[in-house]
């Protein structure tokens, strides 16, 4: 990429560069014909040399357009040799092609010479053009000469300045235009991007509240099955049976998830899920987990968003107390003072450690901060103490009235 810039660069630099010598010998084809035409001594005055001193006026030409080549790159230094050029060519009676060449350097002046010079040259026009027109009427005495002099002054200087400040004015708007429009360009993909992430987000996230509690009831029924290889029919039967159970939910989330992502529902307004809860909490009772419900609001009157954080989150704190704790659970979701409470109080943990170390690296702790977070609320889990001894508490204040 490097490299192509670079070869770019040098193209349009070379581009430049044939354009100016283009200017400058255009400049001095159509000086020499107003030479050769004798359109010179445009000031009254002569070379003061006999014969035909026309050919002459040539030299300055020459000279002028030299400079003409380096106006793009350097505009003050072909302005200053280009004002002494000028001086000289009408001190020898001025000409037509040096006046178009010295025009010129004005205007490139105007147009890329550092802001702070332009505006110094502005000034100096400012104060030459009355400064001439006031010496010239102190010397001739005559105020329609001085004003004539003060407005060809103006001519020379002032128009190609002007001009130059106002189409370098136009290109710097649109400059400014293009790089807003630029800016534009990537603040949309920034939130095209951040909306790929967000989606990206919720997807993990309703993928791990969907299958992991599943799977992990699977595993952990498995494993125990083969670790009791001669533990009784009956008991054998009930971890299958568990195992079948949390299979069927997970088939029934997948199908749900991909029926959301085909149809191209936001799955925060997806059917509200408390009203659920007892059909959940039997799912973990099949697979040896006790949870007692103290209390649940009306659900029908729920934003589906929050009814399924409130779900998802009592889901998340059934499976890690199957995968960890021991007990009975208590999960309690209620609804008080526009706002929605849950609180899941686990048994006895076996060991000190919290589930933020545990197999799973704490991503369904963090899952569950997302969603409460993300509706404005809050979310706490931590270990506590009860009258049994020490509890994992998790605990989310999910906001009602924002999602009105």
Known sequence: METIGA??????????????????????????????????????RSPGLPGDTRWLYLLPLLAICLVMVFKRHHPLAALAAGAVIFGADVAMGGSIGVLLGFFDLVYAAALRAPAGWVRRLELGVGVLVPATAITTFVVSGDPQVSLL????????????????????HQTELAEMAAERARDLERLAELRSEEVVREERTQMARDLHDALAGQ??????????????P???????EQGLRAIRSASVLALREMRSMIGLLRTGADPSTSPA????????????????????VAAR???????????????????????????????EVRATV????????????????????????????GIGL???????EALGGTFEAGWCEGVDGRRWRVSAVIPLEEMR
Request: aromatic share 6%.
């Open 7 to 44: 070869l770019w660069r040098d193209r349009v630099r070379a581009t430049e560069r044939r354009r100016d010598i283009g200017d400058a010998l255009l400049t001095f084809a159509a000086g020499s014909a107003f030479v050769a035409v004798g359109l010179v001594n445009t000031g009254g």
């Open 149 to 168: 002099v003060g407005l060809a002054v103006f001519a020379v200087l002032g128009t190609p300045l002007w001009w130059g400040r106002s189409v370098r």
């Open 215 to 228: 799977l992990s009831t699977i595993a952990i029924q498995s494993e125990s099955i083969l670790a009791t």
């Open 230 to 236: 001669n533990a009784s029919p009956e008991r054998h």
């Open 273 to 292: 899920r408390l009203n659920e809860l007892d059909e959940l909490v039997e799912g973990f009772a099949g697979q040896g987990l006790r949870v007692e």
């Open 297 to 327: 609001p009306q659900m029908s009157s729920l934003p589906a968003a929050v009814d399924q954080a409130a779900y998802r989150i009592v889901q998340e704190s059934l499976t890690n107390e199957l995968k960890h704790g021991g007990g």
């Open 334 to 361: 209620t609804r008080n003072r526009g706002a929605l409470n849950v609180e899941v109080l686990g048994g006895a943990w076996e060991g000190s450690s919290p589930p933020e170390v545990s197999e799973s690296g």
């Open 366 to 372: 963090l899952t569950m901060r997302e969603r409460a």
